[in-house]
């Protein structure tokens, strides 16, 4: 028996405007992904204040499906961007193919949380080798995108910060200091029992606070290189 649902359908949307390539961005697409994640999230945060939820749902796999919508929208043809490809036992978030051939691989993140055991020990740059040697993609087209940089470590913050040269910077790309959250930017009180509104103009303020790596430099620094 056919019912109604509405939720189901509205999914249904989100997912269809993922797949979409027909509207463009905003012509800076890093501040399109920050506007892109702070509403979503705005949504998230009175979500919790009134439905009463203690604890945010996680947005780690929308933020790998956005960089995946705007990498397709961004590259030339010769370029198909992959989510989730397998090859054996490996699995990248994010494989690029150039003229039918591996190109690129990217592992997303946006941030490490409690496994912080990435950076320590290089960790993050024995994943990279393991990418690039299963997927045959030069280890200079085999990087990490954070979101942002916090929740690492002081001293992780402070590279990115204050742009101080360091190997990671090689191989791990954030795109802001601080993620896109309404929650954690807000300075209101009583964050749990009552939700902030921001407008356009606030929002963009605090990307142009936070903004670290843009997108664009990345593709065009990591992707769409020879080497």
Same mark, same amino acid.
């Given at each position: 028996?056919?019912?109604?649902?509405?939720?189901?359908?509205?999914?249904? #949307?989100?997912?269809?405007?993922?797949?979409?390539?027909?509207? =463009?961005?905003?012509?800076?697409?890093?501040?399109?992904? !920050? *506007?892109?994640?702070? =509403?979503?999230?705005?949504?998230?945060?009175? *979500? =919790?204040?009134?439905?009463? +939820?203690?604890?945010?749902?996680?947005?780690?796999?929308?933020?790998?499906?956005?960089?995946?919508?705007?990498? /397709?929208?961004?590259?030339? =043809?010769?370029?198909? $961007?992959?989510?989730?490809?397998? &090859?054996?036992? $490996?699995?990248?978030?994010?494989?690029?193919?150039?003229?039918?051939?591996?190109?690129?691989?990217?592992?997303?993140?946006?941030?490490?949380?409690?496994?912080?055991?990435?950076?320590?020990?290089?960790?993050?740059?024995? /994943?990279? +080798?393991?990418?690039?040697?299963?997927?045959?993609?030069?280890?200079?087209?085999?990087? *990490?995108?954070? #979101?942002?940089?916090? &929740?690492?470590?002081?001293?992780? !913050?402070?590279?990115?910060?204050?742009?101080?040269?360091?190997?990671? /910077?090689?191989?791990?790309?954030?795109?802001?200091? &601080?993620?896109?959250?309404?929650?954690?930017?807000?300075?209101?009180?009583?964050?749990?029992?009552?939700?902030?509104?921001?407008?356009?103009?606030?929002?963009? +303020?605090? !990307?142009?606070?936070?903004?670290?790596?843009?997108?664009?430099?990345?593709?065009?620094?990591?992707?769409?290189?020879?080497?």
């Amino acid at each position: 028996m056919k019912i109604k649902s509405p939720i189901s359908d509205k999914f249904s #949307e989100f997912l269809d405007e993922l797949l979409s390539t027909a509207h =463009k961005p905003y012509k800076d697409v890093t501040y399109q992904i !920050y *506007y892109d994640l702070f =509403k979503i999230r705005s949504s998230q945060w009175k *979500y =919790k204040v009134r439905s009463k +939820r203690e604890v945010d749902f996680s947005l780690s796999d929308i933020f790998q499906d956005l960089l995946t919508h705007y990498l /397709r929208i961004l590259l030339p =043809k010769e370029y198909v $961007v992959l989510s989730e490809h397998k &090859n054996d036992k $490996v699995r990248p978030d994010i494989l690029i193919k150039k003229n039918n051939k591996n190109w690129c691989v990217i592992e997303v993140k946006t941030t490490i949380g409690w496994n912080r055991d990435l950076i320590k020990n290089d960790n993050y740059l024995k /994943r990279l +080798r393991i990418l690039s040697q299963t997927f045959k993609v030069p280890i200079q087209r085999t990087f *990490y995108i954070f #979101e942002a940089v916090r &929740n690492v470590s002081r001293h992780f !913050y402070k590279i990115f910060k204050k742009n101080s040269r360091d190997k990671m /910077r090689d191989y791990i790309y954030p795109l802001f200091l &601080n993620n896109a959250h309404p929650f954690f930017l807000s300075k209101a009180r009583d964050r749990k029992n009552s939700y902030k509104v921001f407008d356009d103009t606030e929002i963009f +303020r605090l !990307y142009k606070e936070n903004v670290t790596t843009p997108l664009e430099d990345i593709i065009k620094k990591k992707i769409m290189v020879s080497t």
